[in-house]
């Protein structure tokens, strides 16, 4: 953070005289929102809709879908998470079967039509997924020839959202033909950023490619937020590529922001959602708080 933006936020703090009423300011520079614990749901369905997507690879994605599709779950929402990429790190981060099982691929090439048998429960309580293995990487190459090739996705899940309050969808790093057709499934989009230095390269293209979709698919997609990830509170790099990524698009950065710690890649190990395989670690709370937000801001019922 410079001097100067420092000055001018302490500044900002005093003449709004939140100072005073010992406000706490978040990594985003806003005042720090105790969001309220969701309203226990009495029916569920249908579901909205929401895909993580970034064509940057190891920006959170994949362990976003698992901690925030747990979040929600421990908050009483039927979640469903959807492996959108050949990597299958989303299934293996979730410890679900990919062989010998019918997989996303199946229902996207129509070989099999019975999305529900293709789902299979985890160890967490309300969290389901579709399982993804390398076989997805071939789907671009044989829907391309489709008729409505970028709504099959749509097509499939909406023989199941009634189920759920909200599905996941874990996307690829690319902003392919899966991807279109995750964005064309999708009443939201949440878009996890590394605070990193090129973090925001790439970010208009995405942004370019969603208008796209708005404009000729999906009227109706929203941006739900940008997660701001592998946050460091104590290098001045990542103050500065938040504090950037703040001056790029505003309210849209969500308030909660997601610290670095090894305690993801322990997680993943041990294929459990780190409010399972650490509850009480700020990066579980943290997790938590993205649940209780995206509630707040109704991106989930
Ligand atoms: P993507 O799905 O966007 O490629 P991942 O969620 O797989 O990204 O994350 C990439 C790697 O970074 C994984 O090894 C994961 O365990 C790790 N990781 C994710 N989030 C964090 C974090 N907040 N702090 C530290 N490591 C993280
Ligand atoms: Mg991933």
Redesign the pocket.
């Known amino acids: 953070m410079t001097a100067q933006r420092e000055a001018t936020r302490k500044d900002d703090v005093e003449l709004a005289g939140l100072e005073n009423l010992g406000v706490e300011l978040g990594p985003t520079g806003r005042p720090l929102t105790d969001f309220p614990e969701p309203k226990a749901l009495t029916a569920h369905g249908p579901a909205r809709v929401i895909a993580l997507c970034?064509q940057?690879?190891?920006?959170?994605?994949?362990?976003?879908?698992i901690s925030l599709g747990a979040a929600l779950a421990g908050y009483g929402r039927r979640v469903l998470a959807v492996d959108f990429?050949p990597q299958g790190?989303l299934s293996a981060g979730l410890g679900v079967q990919t062989h010998d099982v019918t997989t996303i691929y199946d229902l996207l090439l129509g070989s099999s039509k019975d999305v529900a048998a293709a789902i299979q429960p985890t160890s967490t309580p309300g969290l389901d997924v579709i399982p993804a293995n390398i076989d997805l990487s071939a789907a671009e190459v044989h829907l391309v020839n489709e008729v409505a090739r970028e709504q099959i996705l749509a097509r499939v899940l909406r023989q199941v959202t009634a189920d759920y309050d909200v599905v996941l969808i874990?996307c690829q790093?690319s902003l392919g033909l899966l991807t279109v057709n995750a964005l064309t499934a999708a009443h939201g989009v949440l878009i996890?950023l590394e605070c990193e230095f090129f973090a925001l390269r790439g970010v208009a293209l995405l942004v370019e490619t969603i208008d796209k979709v708005r404009d000729r698919l999906n009227p109706a997609i929203e941006l739900d937020g940008i997660l701001a990830?592998?946050?460091d509170p104590r290098t001045l790099h990542s103050r500065e590529v938040l504090e950037r990524v703040v001056e790029a698009f505003g309210d849209q950065v969500l308030e909660t922001v997601?610290?670095?710690?090894?305690?993801?890649?322990d997680?993943?190990v041990a294929a459990t959602p780190i409010t399972e395989f650490a509850p009480d670690h700020h990066?579980a709370e943290q997790y938590r708080q993205l649940a209780r937000e995206l509630v707040h801001r109704h991106a989930v019922a």
């Open positions: 970034n940057k690879g190891g920006v959170g994605k994949t362990t976003t879908t990429d790190a874990d790093p996890p990830t592998m946050y997601i610290n670095r710690t090894v305690k993801f890649p997680a993943s990066a």
